[in-house]
């Protein structure tokens, strides 16, 4: 005879209370449902920033950046230190004189040689051949307006071997039919006919074992000589404002 309908739900048989065993209770389901919307969860709002201090910020970490950069740079460049090639002319302002010197367009960079003799005539070269005499002769040309007329100085800059040795070429120079250092003209760099040489105006400044020699006359105007015996005494003068070029086309001369 089958047992009689219990009351209640229909339990699995699995799920009935059996004899000696717990009393099954049914298990909480953690989580959505199966016929449970999809809720979506709202993110939190991000935290409120201050615009001040992320600029603040910011202008920090390239302050850093170009500090470690220039530290890079120093060290690579060995410590700061550079070397640089001496100049040919002296970057020191030119002393201030009655004249105002140009350099002649031919010759816009003095000329530097070690063979003294070569750029000079008469006794002054035999003098200048001799070993351990001279050490090196620089050559320049400029111009300058003299009273409307325009004049071309010769600079000449030789450097003796020791101080008594430049006091007997200055005493050389300075006498008559000696001889001297060529003029650039003379030398046939700068052509400005009929003129061959510089002769009308001289000056010489002796400086340690430095002897700076000046040399001057008009340049030619249409092809003619302008300058005349008459001329000599201003430019002397000229020559002896001109002396304090020596030491700017050979900065090491002094002066």
Known sequence: MSDPQR???????????????????????SGRRPDEPFRFQEEPAPAKTNPALTWALRAAGLIAVAVVSG?????????????????TQSSKPRPTGVYEFVAHPDVTQPRVDSDCAQHAYGKTQELL??????????????????????????????RMGDKDKATGLVQLVNAN????????????????????????GYASQLTGDTVVIIEADYAPAKGKAVGTKADKDLLDKVCEDALRLGPEIDPDSGG
């Open 129 to 158: 051949a001799q070993p351990g005499q001279c050490r090196r002769v620089t050559q320049a040309l400029y111009t300058a307006d003299v009273k409307g007329k325009q004049a071309l100085v010769a600079v000449s800059v030789v």
């Open 177 to 200: 039919e000696t001889g001297n250092i060529k003029d650039l003209l003379r030398e046939g760099v700068v052509k400005a006919p009929p003129l061959r040489s510089l002769s009308n």
């Open 7 to 29: 009351p209640g739900p229909p339990w699995p048989p699995e799920q009935y209370n059996r004899s000696g065993e717990t009393e099954w209770i049914p298990r909480v389901q």
């Open 71 to 87: 530290l890079v740079f120093f060290y690579v460049r060995g410590g700061g230190e550079t070397t640089t090639t001496p100049p």
